[in-house]
């Protein structure tokens, strides 16, 4: 049974263009979570997304960001006109259950905004 | 706002000797805490976890141990290893879905 798995693992953008990171939850999981992780800091939490339903975006900031969790296929979170504070790691998460104790963590996309 | 920090970022031990690794909370409200590992360039790995009607809890060479009168975590390691060396983070959760970390403690584990 594979674990959480996202793509690309590396990502390089340019200031101002859009990127798109994607994560698959372990297989039966229908709640994915996404942190964001700047260098030598926590782990800050960004969304929570069951099937088609955006639960919680408390962390979420309000212009830029959006997350999708669709029916079908990976959650995708999408980041549009990257600024260089974008760099950072984000990392993906998914359960079974709501209220989960904890949650298996995917390794994560590097994104470097250049 | 309420947070989750670390009183060390930094922690070197000898190989083979006990190391505590501690964390403090603000959160009363907080009634699950967890212990990750997270090694360079991969995510966070589950350690160990404990409810709040608990204050101490065993694994395989890890303890927490847990004080809510003092609202302090720790997280002890016995006979580490040089695979022990990783970032520590706890993280605790207040009855919502969210985890909210803390900054982290770096552990090397000196040969």
């Known amino acids: 049974n594979a674990g959480v798995m996202q793509n690309p693992r590396h990502l390089v953008r340019r200031r101002g263009q859009e990127a798109r990171l994607r994560c698959s939850p372990m297989k039966g999981h229908s709640h994915v979570y996404w942190y964001r992780q700047l260098p030598e800091e926590g782990l800050k939490f960004m969304v929570y997304l069951q099937k088609e339903n955006i639960i919680d975006e408390s962390g979420m900031p309000k212009e830029r960001f959006s997350a999708e969790f669709p029916k079908e296929g990976p959650s995708i979170l999408r980041i549009q006109q990257v600024v260089r504070g974008d760099s950072a790691a984000y990392f993906c998460?998914?359960?079974?259950?709501?209220?989960?104790?904890?949650?298996?963590f995917g390794s994560g996309t590097r994104l470097t905004v250049v | 706002g309420e947070s989750v920090g670390l009183h060390l970022p930094t922690l070197s031990v000898q190989e083979g000797d006990n190391s505590i690794i501690n964390c403090a909370y603000s959160n009363s409200a907080s009634d699950y805490f967890i212990w990750y590992k997270q090694e360079s360039g991969k995510g966070p790995q589950f350690i160990i976890d404990i409810r709040s009607n608990m204050d101490k809890r065993q694994g395989q060479r890890v303890t927490v141990l847990l004080n809510k009168t003092v609202k302090h975590l720790s997280l002890q390691i016995a006979a580490t290893q040089p695979g022990d060396s990783a970032v520590y983070f706890c993280?605790?959760?207040?009855?919502?879905?969210?985890?909210?970390f803390g900054t982290g403690t770096r552990l090397t584990i000196i040969p």
């Open positions: 998460a998914s359960s079974q259950l709501a209220g989960a104790q904890g949650y298996t």
């Open positions: 993280a605790e959760k207040d009855g919502n879905e969210k985890l909210t």
